[in-house]
């Protein structure tokens, strides 16, 4: 779809080029009447209207003088020479209009349709700024600043702007579209900046607002602003589809509290949605992010309430990843690639979605299943989840479903490339069955909520799944497991899982009432199986392997005793360790339990009653004893554990 705009913007070059070719040219840096002339630089000392079927070449710098304007008509196509000079510029005083529609916007492109071939769009205007009075630009030396927050630059309508990003100096680049201390009479709606090696926008103070902006693989920031702006900017749209961008939003200086109102950012490579430097901020509402890494950097510790989300302190623990809030639709206009990669799961479900098995998926950020949604995966999928650590992870939340339909001979997979520990976060299911946490607890995963009053509560099933390189790191306490069931209910099925090089858990039951049949868990660092707020499911036919040094234990349960049931459990280690360690008065019953080669059995770590574990029908009345000794549960037709990418 990129190839697409590069394609349609060649097509008018080219065009726009004989139409060059049939007209004369004057550089001598005066006025330039369109009639006679298709080439804008120097000095526009007069008011001047474009033809718009004439393809303009812009060779140097363009600047409109203080006390006049420069009218620019639907379907204008202005092509730059590539160079560090190569930019318009409208002074202080000085107007533009730019007068595109849906239909005929206006083109401002390069003849190289290379990222950073030109200058851009530069306005100067007279509001005020940090800066002060009569600021110097990095850009030409050209004067801003003021006292005059309703100044008027003119207006800008359906302008795509390409290529832009010249590099200036060692320290500084060329916008898209660049605003210094623009005023709030200034109107500027329907942008798009594509394919810049710096910012789409940047704003340099001022109080000038903008609407329904569209931006697509500019490598630095999207969105940039500093010196106090505090305009608002609606209906904003970013998408990141190449490496080496920096982020959709950045933030510096003094806070002026602009105000960023429906703003969608989507990214198909990682990264960092929203900075914020110094003590700059913004009050958000409307936030969607998907595919980041990192929703939030405060990169030099500025306060979070300096940056108010749906009324709230902004939270660099929350994804922010809710349906879009801006309809990437409304840019059809801009003929671009609007909707990423349909191989890349990312972003939220509200409907129901199917996979297809003969797709190579990507999970390249949170996938996320809403309340009322249905996640549909059938048997033989293969899905490669990002190495992105933490911002990579399926989730679905209360009221959602999931249903993982693999069978033996073509189990579904998720996993990372490497399969090493801690690639991605792995697989969260949130239901409405009971916690020892209460109703609507908050999870430490994404802040979602779970708990409730249904025990037989379905979030759908889980058959035949395997999962491999789980267990990013939260934060120093806290970690994704391969599959995290939070007071998920009995109505679910949970059956033949797999779970390998886990950072973390393999599985783990935050309270709830679901049971689970023939898990498989391989070289987990943490615990194989964990269970903590009051779990009181059944676990069946469950093998452990621990050949891996650095594990923790084969079992680990925590808080109140709910009883749990454990049935044909064994559990091998090369490496010695834990294999049953009990915290506070948790306990289970259990039956046909072997541990083998573990240094210690039973560890009843806070001094709880060890008859709160009772095996084959009999409380334990010492850690020491010696009733682990079931015959191994049979896993020989469980080849299915062993599938990969």
Known sequence: MINQIRKFTTFIVVFSLVLVTSCGSDDDGGPITPTTNDTLVGNLEEDLTLDATVGYKLTGTYTVKSGNKLTIPAGTVITATPGTSTYIAVEQGAQIEINGTASLPVIMTSSATTSGDWGGLVIAGEATTTEGIDAIAEVGGIVYGGTNDTDNSGSINYLIINYAGAQINSESQ????????????????????????????????????????????????????????????????????????????????????PKLVNFTAVSNTGGTALQFKKESGATITGLSLTGYDTSLDFKDDGALSNVQIEGADSDPLLNYTVPATVDVTMFDWVNSNQTGNATLLQGTISGTVTLDASVSY??????????????????????????????????????????????????????????????????????????????????????????????????????????????????????????????????TTIENIAVYDGADDGVEFFGGTVNATNVYVENTQDDAIDWTEGWNGTLTNTYVSHTAAGFSTAVEADGINGNPTIVNFTAISTQGGTALQFKKESGATMTNVLLTDYTTNVDMKDDGSVANVIVDSTPLTAVTDDVFNATALDISGWSWRNAGL
């Open 174 to 257: 060329f916008n898209g579209l660049t605003l210094y201390a623009v005023g709030s009479a200034t109107s500027i709606s329907n942008v798009a900046m594509l394919n810049g090696t710096d910012d789409g926008v940047e704003f340099f103070g001022g109080t000038v607002s903008a609407s329904n902006f569209y931006f697509e693989n500019n490598e630095d920031d999207s969105v940039d602003w500093t010196e106090g702006w505090n305009g608002t900017l609606t209906n904003a749209y970013v998408l990141h589809t190449i490496s080496g961008f920096s982020t959709a939003v950045e933030a510096d200086g003094v806070n002026g509290n």
């Open 362 to 491: 990507t999970l390249n950020s949170s996938y996320i299943v809403q309340d009322g949604g249905k996640l549909v995966i059938p048997a033989g999928t293969k899905i490669t989840a990002r190495a992105g650590g933490t911002g990579v992870y399926i989730a679905v939340l209360k009221g959602g479903e999931i249903e993982v339909n693999g069978t033996a001979a073509e189990p579904v997979v998720i996993a990372s490339a490497d399969g090493n520990p801690s690639d991605w976060g792995g697989l969260v299911i949130c239901g409405n069955a009971t916690t020892t946490e209460g109703i609507d607890a908050v999870a430490e995963i994404g802040g979602f909520i779970y708990g409730g009053n249904t025990d037989n509560d379905n979030s759908g099933s889980v058959t035949y799944l395997v999962l491999r390189g789980t267990g990013a790191q939260i934060n120093s306490e806290s970690q994704y497991n391969g599959l995290s069931l939070y007071a998920v209910g009995s109505g």
